[in-house]
């Protein structure tokens, strides 16, 4: 299944898309926390506002260098350990919605990602036990002001500015996450073509290390780290992030 949040100009509402991405069959309730209902309502998703399809309430959980052609470029090795760090639920926004880069950065980068979605209550699991607590998975841009990551010693204003965690359009329900094809363009260029199948880490591996330090709960998002490739971004200009079986992603950056 794949579900969107989304609105028609009033309350948020869930919906089911179909499989060419052109229809939402709204939905009753919450599907993280009620049973999918259909209301009878359709739309065109050409004719309604999609939204991030999750808002966490607790956690967005970044991993870095998870990929060894991206920690190189960084001039780094892949560690050993997932490197795990926090991002503020404030920094989630949904496709279309415009990324505001500010006066405090003048380097800032896109960071095309799989973004795994926690489904329900966990803590220290195996990662053989990993596939019964995710929801699903969406596309992400771990947009980051590489200037504050140099120049602050830990990332929490680099990564986790207002705007700055853009996921969507919608939660694939139904997804291996072993060997996808992630791709980044910036104003249509290709700048990331990667397979998740590069991992350092694999899907299973992170969230169950995630939960080793955290409880996760249902909606908490865990970025999977990016390909090589990263590269700057300026107001004016778009990202898109495509990830083979979901869809793609896609933001304009504005500068204020
Ligand atoms: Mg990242």
Redesign the pocket.
Known sequence: MRIARFTTGEDPVFGLVDGAGEKIAEITGDPLYTKIELTGATHLVEDVRLLAPVIPRSKVI???KNYADHAKEMGGEAPAEPLMFLIPNTAVVGPGEPVVLTSLTSEVHY?G?LAVVIGRLCKDIEPEEVSKVVFGYTCAD?V?ARDLQRGDGQWARA?GMDTFCPIGPWIETDLDPSALSIRTRRDGELVQDGTTADMVHDVATLVSHASKAFTLLPGDVI?T??PAGVGPVEGGQRVEVEIEGIGTLSNPFVRR
Do not use: H
């Open positions: 970044g991993i870095g960071e990602e771990d980051t990564k970025l780290g990016t």
